[in-house]
C-alpha cells in the first residue's frame, strides 16, 4: 500500500523547458513534504521541502506548490537543464520518523 | 562534510548466505534508516532506529533484521539471502527534531546468485 503515489514514471523535457512532477498522499497527519534528488550512482539528496503551511516554496529554479484539500504537492523545475537530468522521490513524513517515498520519477532534459 | 558511508557499493551472495551489510554516518544523528531501493516502487523501508540498541519495523521487515549497538553504526542483517532480496539498499540518517531531512548514504547493490 503506497502511502504517497507519484506521477509521472517517467518524464522528458527539453532545455529550457518547466518539469512538473506532481505527488498525492493518503494520511492528513504527513506534515512534512520534502523531495529528493538522486543522480546514477548516487543516494537521493534533499532538493527542497514544504511544510503545510504554507502553500508554496521556491528555491532558485525549484517550486513546490502544496495543495492542503487536495493532498497534492508538485515540483516544478523551471529552465530545465541537462544536469537536471535525475531521478526525483516526493515523500511525506511525521515527525522525520515515517518518511514514506513515492515510487520516483526519472526526468531526462534534452540539450 | 558530513557523510553517512555505506561499507560497500556492490556485494554479490549466495543464496542461503547470512549477509550483512553496514552504515556508518558521522554527524551524530539519533535516527538511522534502512531502505531498499526497487524500480518502480521507490524507497520502501526496511527498519530504522530512534537510538542506540533500540529498532523498530518498517513496511517490509520480513527476512531482515538490524543492530545498533553504537550510535553512529547500523547493520542491516539478511538472515538468509534470497534472490528476492536482490536490490539496491540505501541507508539514511536524520536528527532527532521533528521533520529535517535525510541524510543518504550511496547505497550498496546487492545481487544474491
Known amino acids: 500500500q503506497q502511502q504517497v503515489k507519484q506521477s509521472p514514471q517517467s518524464l522528458i523535457v527539453q532545455k529550457g523547458g518547466i518539469s512538473i512532477i506532481n505527488c498525492a498522499y493518503e494520511?492528513?497527519?504527513?506534515?512534512?513534504f520534502p523531495w529528493y534528488q538522486q543522480f546514477p550512482g548516487k543516494g537521493p539528496a534533499l532538493l527542497i521541502a514544504?511544510?503545510?503551511?504554507?502553500s508554496e516554496k521556491k528555491e532558485g529554479r525549484f517550486t513546490i506548490s502544496f495543495n492542503k484539500s487536495a493532498k497534492q504537492f508538485s515540483l516544478h523545475i523551471m529552465d530545465s537543464q541537462p544536469g537536471d537530468s535525475a531521478t526525483y522521490f516526493c515523500?511525506?513524513?511525521?515527525?522525520?520518523?515515517?518518511?514514506?517515498f513515492g515510487a520516483g520519477t526519472r526526468l531526462t532534459v534534452k540539450p | 562534510d558530513v557523510k553517512v558511508t555505506q561499507s560497500s557499493r556492490y556485494l554479490v551472495k549466495r543464496t542461503g548466505e547470512k549477509v550483512f551489510l553496514e552504515c556508518v554516518q558521522d554527524?551524530?544523528?539519533?535516527?538511522m534508516f534502512w531502505y531498499r531501493q526497487d524500480p518502480g516502487l521507490g524507497l520502501r523501508l526496511i527498519y530504522f532506529?530512534?537510538?542506540?540498541?533500540?529498532?523498530e519495523k518498517g513496511d517490509i521487515p520480513e527476512g531482515y533484521s538490524v543492530s545498533r549497538e553504537k550510535k553512529e553504526r547500523f547493520s542491516l542483517i539478511l538472515e538468509s539471502a534470497s534472490t528476492n532480496q536482490t536490490s539496491m539498499y540505501l541507508c539514511?540518517?536524520?536528527?532527532?527534531?521533528?521533520?529535517?531531512?535525510?541524510?543518504f548514504g550511496s547505497g550498496t547493490r546487492l545481487t544474491v546468485v
Open positions: 514544504i511544510r503545510p503551511d504554507v
Open positions: 532506529s530512534y537510538d542506540v540498541k533500540m529498532k
Open positions: 539514511a540518517s536524520s536528527r532527532e527534531v521533528a521533520n529535517y531531512g535525510y541524510t
Open positions: 515523500a511525506a513524513s511525521m515527525r522525520s520518523n515515517d518518511m514514506r
Open positions: 554527524m551524530d544523528h539519533e535516527n
Open positions: 494520511n492528513t497527519a504527513f506534515d512534512y
